[in-house]
C-alpha cells in the first residue's frame, strides 16, 4: 500500500488531489464465494456461477464478473481515495477495460493518478477531477483500468 496523503480522508478536499498525484490501496484478496455472490446476483453467467461448467470452460475455472472486479475497486476508491462526504458525484467514466479475468485467490491492489484537476468553471464551491484507475493482481499484471471523473468540494 502506498498513502501518500497527508491529509486524512475525513478531511479531504479537492485540492489534496494535484494533477501527477499516485496512491495504492490493497491487496484485498477475491474468493470463490463472493465471485458467486456477486454473479448469482448482478451477472450469473455460467463462468461466473458454476464451478463445473467454468472448470471445463475458456478460462479453466471461476473467473469474476467484470463488474465485480469493478466493485472491488469501488470498495478501495471509498474506503481510502475519495471522501465521502465532499465527493459529490461522479458523471461517470472513460475507457473502462477488463484486460485479464481474475480468479478466487488473486490479489488485487488499486492504483490511482490524477490527471487532471481544475476548478470548476459554473461551480467554484467544487473542482472536477480525472483520475486513472488500474486495478492490478500479485503479479502486476493489469487485470481492470479506467478514467474515472469526479466532482469535489473545495476546502470552505
Known amino acids: 500500500m502506498l498513502d501518500p496523503f497527508t491529509t486524512p480522508l475525513p478531511d479531504r478536499h479537492f485540492e489534496d488531489y494535484p494533477p501527477g498525484f499516485h496512491a495504492e490501496y490493497g491487496p484485498t484478496t477475491v474468493t470463490a464465494d463472493e465471485?458467486?455472490?456477486?454473479?448469482?446476483?448482478?451477472?450469473?453467467?455460467p463462468m461466473h456461477v458454476d464451478a463445473e461448467w467454468a472448470a471445463a470452460g475458456p478460462f479453466g475455472g471461476l473467473i469474476?464478473?467484470?463488474?465485480?472486479?469493478?466493485?472491488?475497486?469501488m470498495r478501495l476508491l471509498v474506503d481510502h481515495w475519495l471522501n465521502g462526504e465532499t465527493s459529490l458525484s461522479s458523471p461517470g467514466v472513460d475507457e473502462l477495460r477488463w484486460h485479464r479475468p481474475v480468479h478466487p485467490g488473486d490479489q488485487l491492489t488499486a492504483?490511482?493518478?490524477?490527471?487532471?484537476?481544475?476548478?470548476?468553471?459554473?461551480?467554484?464551491d467544487r473542482g472536477i477531477l480525472r483520475t486513472r484507475i488500474e486495478l492490478v493482481?500479485?503479479?502486476?499484471?493489469?487485470?481492470?483500468?479506467q478514467v474515472m471523473t469526479n466532482f469535489v468540494l473545495r476546502r470552505p
Open 35 to 45: 465471485i458467486v455472490a456477486f454473479a448469482t446476483a448482478f451477472d450469473p453467467q
Open 64 to 73: 469474476a464478473s467484470g463488474w465485480h472486479t469493478t466493485a472491488i475497486m
Open 111 to 124: 492504483r490511482f493518478t490524477v490527471l487532471e484537476a481544475r476548478p470548476s468553471a459554473s461551480r467554484p
Open 137 to 145: 493482481d500479485a503479479d502486476e499484471q493489469l487485470v481492470m483500468s
